[in-house]
């Protein structure tokens, strides 16, 4: 199974800082992979999938770019509501569909 | 739009078997494009995928749940279900359907990802 692993596994910033979470993986993926943002009690929604599409109706200050085993997802200028956890899931050999343990980006 | 709303006991005795059932609504629970998933979280911790099936296929489990867990669809109800036997402490979560959806990207190239998801349903064991 393939494995992903998340760095940092948390994180503290500032309202306008420019932020960067990594996603690796055990071996390559393509570009099979998919970054989600949940916030407390609620369920996840996706943010970037095949590692560097942006879903509808997803700002724009989010992205996400990386090939093989190195990914990063990138929020250019942290707004409020962007403090959440974040999570990688790759697509490319599934079953089973596997997470990163995830990123907890909190407020300085 | 589709929805999907979880339903079932919030909470399970050690030993018995979890039942949940998630009803689909605003769209076909039998297109093929799509699969159809349970995903849980354990208080505190990450995001752990249970197994998915296709409304017209075999499912697929995760193999550290395989032997205690059976996903079916209900296209009649636009209904899929998930049980999950002998359950223990271990097992209390928020369990979340999930749609697995296949989109395009910018190269032409198709993705699967989670586009639809339930609100997700506290089950205790205890």
């Known amino acids: 199974d393939i494995q992903l692993t998340q760095s940092p596994s948390s994180l503290s910033a500032s309202v306008g800082d420019r932020v960067s979470i990594t996603c690796r993986a055990s071996q390559s993926i393509s570009n099979y992979l998919n970054w989600y943002q949940q916030k407390p009690g609620r369920a996840p929604k996706v943010l970037i999938y095949?590692?560097?599409n942006l879903q509808t109706g997803v700002p724009s200050r989010f992205s996400g770019r990386g090939s093989g085993t190195e990914f990063t997802l990138t929020i250019s200028s942290l707004q409020l509501e962007d403090f959440s956890t974040y999570y990688c899931?790759?697509?490319?050999?599934?079953?089973?569909?596997?997470f990163g343990q995830g990123t907890r980006l909190e407020i300085k | 739009q589709v929805q999907l709303q979880e339903s079932g006991p919030g909470l399970v005795k050690p030993a018995q078997t979890l039942s949940l059932t998630c009803s689909v609504s605003g769209g076909s629970i039998s297109s093929g494009d799509y699969f159809w998933s349970w995903i849980r979280q354990p208080p505190g911790k990450g995001l752990e995928w249970i197994g998915y099936i296709y409304y017209s296929g075999d499912p697929y489990y995760n193999p550290s749940l395989k032997s205690r867990v059976a996903i079916s669809v209900d296209t009649s109800k636009s209904q899929f279900s998930l049980k999950l036997s002998s359950v223990t402490a271990a097992d209390t979560a928020v369990y979340y359907c999930?749609?697995?959806?296949?989109?395009?990207?910018?190269?032409?190239?198709?993705?699967?990802?989670?586009?639809?998801w339930g609100k997700g349903t506290t089950v205790t064991v205890s």
């Open positions: 999930v749609r697995g959806a296949p989109q395009l990207g910018i190269t032409g190239d198709s993705y699967y990802f989670m586009d639809v």
């Open positions: 095949g590692a560097s």
């Open positions: 899931q790759q697509s490319y050999s599934t079953p089973p569909i596997t």
